[in-house]
């Protein structure tokens, strides 16, 4: 077994941060969840990612050292609540990562939780480049034109965000590494809100794979990631999807092929 390290989970009492928080206390890991909700199963500290007060609160209980953060934390597209969705998602997630950063050891590592809903943003530079230098959830709403976009929409744009963040992240820290993790469908109990608010994605995708992913496949590529094992990965979207993304690209890559 590998030394005892420290991991902050957010959101780790229900669902993907649920099992990640299992697979390290079952490995001998100390772990801190960072949730809403509480949980008995290990040490807990109250956080509202989309509170800037409860952020600075929450990282103000820590201690150290910190060898890692898993931000699990997230809510699904649902009716008008865009302006949740991208200030919990990405701002409050953002957030919470940089005003931990000084606590993390040098080789730690930091491993989110994005989504293959977010696999679309390099056809939408130019809005994440003007929405990315953005802190304020009242300016970024401007910026975006939030009223203008789905639920659904702003869901993707939250995890493009989280994606390309990482990558920076990724170029610029010194030790640290930061990865992000994009899974198909997962059962949760999140999973009927992104059944209605993706509902034609979840239909096709289901005709490429046979089934969903189980919360314990996803929290396994996240505690890897997270791992000493994995010392020499930085800045990768790490797509954990049953194959979904390899049979999207191997039929454009054969329609392209078939026009040539």
Same mark, same amino acid.
């Given at each position: 077994m590998s030394p005892q390290r420290h991991y902050l989970v957010t959101g780790g009492t229900h669902g993907i941060g649920h099992a990640v928080v299992? *697979?390290?206390?079952? +490995?001998?890991? *100390?772990?801190?969840?960072?949730?809403?909700? $509480? &949980?008995?199963? #290990?040490h807990w500290i109250a956080l509202n990612l989309a509170d800037p007060a409860s952020i600075q609160a929450a990282i103000a209980e820590l201690s150290g050292p910190i060898h890692g953060l898993i931000n699990c934390a997230g809510i699904a597209p649902s009716d008008d609540n865009q302006r949740a969705v991208l200030a919990i998602n990405w701002l409050g997630t953002r957030t919470? #990562? @940089? =005003?931990?950063?000084s606590r993390l050891t040098d080789d730690a590592s930091v491993v989110t939780i994005a989504s293959?809903?977010?696999?679309?943003? /390099?056809e939408h530079c130019d809005?994440?480049?003007?929405?990315? $230098?953005?802190?304020?959830?009242?300016?970024?709403? @401007?910026?975006?034109?939030?009223? /203008?976009?789905?639920p659904a929409r702003a869901y993707e744009l &939250? +995890? @493009?965000?989280?994606i390309v963040?990482?990558? *920076?992240?990724?170029? %610029?820290? *010194?030790?640290?590494?930061? %990865? #992000?993790?994009s $899974? =198909? &469908?997962v059962d949760t109990r999140l999973t009927p809100a992104f059944k209605a608010a993706f509902q034609s994605r979840q239909t096709h995708n289901r005709s490429l794979v046979s089934r969903v992913a189980t919360t314990t496949e996803v929290a396994a590529a996240a505690c890897f990631l997270a791992s000493p094992?994995?010392?020499?990965i930085n800045g990768v979207d790490l797509k954990v999807d049953g194959g979904v993304t390899a049979k999207r690209l191997l039929t454009r890559w054969n329609l392209e092929n078939s026009e040539t």
């Open positions: 299992d *697979q390290l206390l079952a +490995k001998g890991h *100390q772990v801190t969840i960072l949730d809403r909700d $509480p &949980s008995r199963q #290990t919470l #990562t @940089e =005003s931990v950063l293959r809903a977010g696999d679309g943003w /390099t809005m994440i480049r003007t929405a990315l $230098p953005e802190i304020d959830i009242d300016q970024l709403a @401007e910026c975006v034109s939030l009223d /203008t976009l789905t &939250s +995890k @493009e965000l989280l963040w990482t990558l *920076q992240m990724a170029g %610029n820290a *010194q030790g640290i590494r930061f %990865n #992000t993790i $899974p =198909s &469908s094992e994995a010392s020499w």
